[in-house]
């Protein structure tokens, strides 16, 4: 195994590790408006309170990994995605904003304002990441030089808007699970026990019918599991947890329930790292123009560098990151220096 | 007028600004709580903590922008300056990533228990939680400092072309180059780092002290939390009078490098358009004695430098005047201060308070500022190709007189923007950034003010009069739960 596969892992890792933890708290935010109380608000904006800032940080240190292992392709992606991601930034800070300033003053329209925010931001942050992965499944139009030479309309087809749409499925329905187990026991939390089955019906319909486009339009995908049939594990690892979700939460284990949501997007992910593989941006026009993980990469030094730096330093990152999940841990509580 | 690139610089100078407002209050600031929270630990004084949770609950604010602007920044090499992320990914993108790993989880993770972590951790484990947070802004700040200084001074590394499957990439005739790291540590530590980093930390420290003595010295001329006021005012007023003095004697080691290897870009902070003796502001010969200890010495002009590599004057000349004249006024008005404060009348000379109130915008603005200078004197380059040096190491010249550039190694900004995205995409971006960031200083002042205005919350009354020890301890953890520092609107 070369370099260029390792980074290829690494950011695999990187883009599941986003997708699982600030799945939740995206779809906690899809979820805002159902609770309909200022206290129910700001439970479920607490649950997320202290966490969801660095979840985010999973996607920042993708961003700069992608930058600094194949440089081509960040600077594709990025460019290419102009409106799209400049959108991405636009909810990103928004929501942060209204997380972060919502319960500062009293007055109702401060508050519905920001509980607006926060639910539109989210919603829509999901959704471009979702419109993301569908083009990349299908592949956008790109010049000699590996420049995106599309227009933003070409990016809204019906595949990548189905994408957007699967993702806040899903999103919604991991945050409904993790909102389920931090909830304190009461209505709150019985309503949210209901919208944890809304929300998985939702995905499973998308879920369905994504697979069913993904394998007609886009002959591509499958290709790579008639090289490695070993994958089809996945796929069967991928129902099983689909499956897993109802039949947890029916026995009464939210937990169980919230990790296989979670095995859920981490073999999508999975899956649609395997799509594209060898790939990084797939060129819809000519294969040859496409970005590979071996003509868009940094030098062997650097990409060694790297793996050295991300050796070192991701031990250190999980091992903090579960110290302050277990700081936070337990059922959340409205306290003087809460949200 | 306003093309591609034009937008894509303003866009960047837009939200690379609003952005650096918010670093530097924070690293300085975290200084200042990690020795709050440390004297605490030692001291078990009420009015440590108690100044802990006001100045944390500022810093957290002023933190939270900082990390939401902050992610424009890292979008934006990519959106707006794809050439350029082809060709410094290799290097420049190494430091990116770095800063993600080792400083970014580092700040989120214990930013929660910072904030949140009041009464559910010893205090031990948030004083811990206070050091991370502290030292992830520090760590932060290196690591995008070494990529900014490798692009004014680059070193480490090489210009090469691209390899596709083993050959030179050619597109339309022309060979696609990039830079390529040759050795990590010599390109981390190039010529400019230290000398910048010194610098971009100093200066933080100044701002995080003078925000600390304008809230303080607002509460003195208002009669309200006298005590808590004087012992944060007269703390801040050390730090930054080091801090202030510090600056100088960095500035001068900056000087010095920057006129080795960007002599454009020092040429143009003084408007030195002929190649001779160099004033250092009003002081004729000052530069040339600041740089060789002789007031005749010859120092490069505008004039040897060839007219299409010369950065725009009057903005770099007045970002860096304006930024050493702040400099000297820092240094003057925290001597007079400190002299007042050993006397002991300070805080009656209302005045000098109001000066302090006011003094935070001119810290804010040389931040601002000195950035400003660094960053607009290395025009019209990107990446700063070499200086030629003789082996004196003195900057050698062109048969016809001009410096001489290592120009395969420098890119051109006009050259370094993303070749898919157009002018009307750009313009709609400033606009977003623009009303979202007006909005968003709008609300952050408000805040600000919201918890100036309620002051700092004394954490409990018992502590103060209890003598022993013995129940400080046991009182530790269970008089956080009542306390009141950052009260929520019910």
Redesign the interface.
């Given at each position: 195994m070369d370099l260029n596969v390792g980074w290829f892992i690494l950011l695999g890792l990187l883009l599941a590790g986003y997708a699982v933890l600030d799945g939740f708290d995206l779809g906690a935010g899809i979820l805002h408006l159902i609770a309909r109380t200022d206290r129910d608000r700001r439970l479920f904006m607490n649950a997320i309170g202290p966490i969801w800032d660095g979840n985010e940080v999973w996607l920042i240190t993708f961003g700069g990994a992608l930058f600094a292992a194949f440089p081509m392709a960040y600077a594709t992606i990025f460019s290419g995605f102009y409106v799209p991601f400049m959108a991405l930034l636009f909810a990103l800070i928004f929501r942060a904003v209204s997380i972060e300033f919502r319960s500062k003053m009293a007055s109702a329209f401060w508050r519905g304002a920001w509980d607006m925010g926060f639910f539109g931001s989210s919603l829509l942050a999901s959704f471009l990441f979702g419109v993301a992965v569908g083009n990349s499944m299908i592949g956008i139009p790109l010049n000699e030089r590996g420049a995106f030479t599309g227009t933003l309309v070409g990016l809204l087809s019906p595949y990548a808007l189905m994408a957007g749409l699967t993702v806040v499925a899903m999103f919604a329905m991991h945050g409904a699970m993790y909102l389920f187990l931090k909830l304190p026991k009461g209505d709150m939390q019985d309503r949210i026990g209901n919208w944890v089955w809304h929300t998985w019906g939702l995905f499973l319909v998308l879920y369905v019918l994504g697979s069913m486009y993904t394998l007609v339009a886009i002959p591509r995908a499958t290709a790579n599991f008639e090289r490695h049939p070993w994958a089809a594990a996945i796929v069967i690892l991928n129902v099983l947890a689909v499956a897993n979700i109802p039949r947890s939460v029916f026995r009464n284990k939210p937990f169980q329930a919230f990790v296989s949501s979670g095995v859920t997007i981490m073999a999508l992910v999975f899956l649609f790292g395997l799509a594209l593989w060898p790939n990084l941006v797939t060129a819809s026009n000519d294969p040859a123009h496409s970005l590979t993980i071996y003509n868009a990469a940094s030098s062997p030094k650097t990409l060694w560098i790297m793996f050295i730096i991300a050796a070192t330093g991701m031990p250190f990152v999980l091992s903090y990151t579960i110290a302050v999940y277990w700081t936070f841990r337990g059922r959340v509580e409205l306290r003087e220096h809460s949200y | 007028m306003f093309d591609v690139v034009v937008l894509s610089r303003l866009q960047f100078a837009l939200t690379i600004m609003f952005h650096y407002l918010f670093p530097p209050l924070t690293i300085g600031m975290g200084v200042v709580l990690v020795y709050l929270e440390g004297m605490y630990l030692w001291r078990r004084e009420a009015i440590y903590e108690t100044a802990a949770r006001f100045w944390t609950s500022l810093y957290a604010?002023s933190f939270?922008?900082g990390?939401?602007?902050g992610?424009?920044m890292?979008?934006e090499?990519?959106?707006?300056w794809?050439?350029y992320?082809?060709f410094?990914?290799?290097?420049?993108?190494?430091a990116?990533?770095?800063?993600?790993?080792?400083a970014?989880?580092?700040e989120?993770?214990?930013?929660?228990?910072l904030?949140?972590?009041?009464?559910?951790?010893t205090t031990r484990f948030h004083f811990v939680a206070t050091i991370?947070v502290s030292l992830g802004s520090i760590f932060s700040s290196i690591w995008i400092v070494v990529a900014n200084s490798w692009q004014q001074t680059p070193a480490g590394h090489r210009v090469t072309a691209v390899l596709?499957?083993g050959q030179p990439?050619i597109?339309?005739g022309i060979t696609?180059l990039?830079a390529?790291?040759?050795d990590?540590w010599t390109a981390v530590l190039n010529p400019s780092t230290l000398n910048r980093l010194t610098h971009t930390l100093i200066g933080a420290f100044v701002l995080g002290s003078f925000f600390i003595m304008s809230i303080s010295a607002y509460y003195l001329l208002r009669g309200q939390h006298e005590d808590f006021a004087r012992r944060s005012f007269t703390g801040g007023l050390l730090f930054a009078t080091i801090a202030s003095l510090a600056a100088l004697v960095s500035g001068d080691s900056n000087a010095r490098m920057v006129a080795r290897y960007q002599p454009a870009k020092l040429a143009a902070f003084e408007r030195h358009f002929n190649t001779g003796p160099a004033n250092f502001f009003f002081i004729p010969g000052g530069l040339s004695l600041m740089l060789e200890g002789d007031r005749r010495a010859e120092v490069v002009g505008l004039d040897r430098i060839r007219p299409e590599y010369r950065p725009p004057v009057l903005p770099s000349y007045w970002s860096f005047r304006l930024m050493v004249g702040l400099g000297v006024f820092f240094i003057a008005i925290t001597l007079y201060a400190s002299w007042l404060r050993w006397r002991g009348t300070l805080f009656e000379k209302r005045w000098v308070l109001w000066v302090f109130v006011l003094a935070v915008a001119g810290a804010f603005a040389a931040n601002e500022l000195g950035w400003a200078a660094a960053e607009v004197g290395r025009q019209p380059w990107i990446v700063h190709p070499g200086v030629g040096h003789n082996e004196a190491g003195r900057i050698v010249f062109d048969t016809d007189g001009f410096v001489q550039y290592r120009l395969e190694e420098g890119l051109l900004t006009r050259n370094a923007v993303?070749?898919?995205?157009d002018r009307s995409?750009v313009l709609?971006?400033i606009l977003?950034f623009g009303l979202?960031y007006a909005?968003?200083f709008w609300?952050w002042i408000y805040?600000l003010n919201?918890k100036i205005q309620k002051g700092p919350q004394p954490v409990h009354a018992r502590e103060r009069t209890t003598t022993q020890s013995f129940f400080d301890t046991a009182a530790g953890r269970t008089l956080h739960e009542e306390?009141?520092?950052?009260?929520?609107?019910?």
């Open positions: - | 604010v939270a922008v990390v939401a602007t992610i424009v890292e979008f090499f990519g959106t707006n794809a050439a992320s082809r410094v990914g290799d290097v420049f993108g190494s990116l990533a770095a800063e993600g790993i080792f970014f989880f580092l989120s993770g214990f930013l929660a228990v904030v949140f972590g009041w009464d559910r951790v991370m596709r499957d990439w597109v339309d696609v990039r390529e790291l040759v990590f993303s070749e898919s995205v995409e709609g971006s977003m979202m909005l968003l609300i805040v919201d306390s009141l520092s950052e009260a929520k609107e019910p």
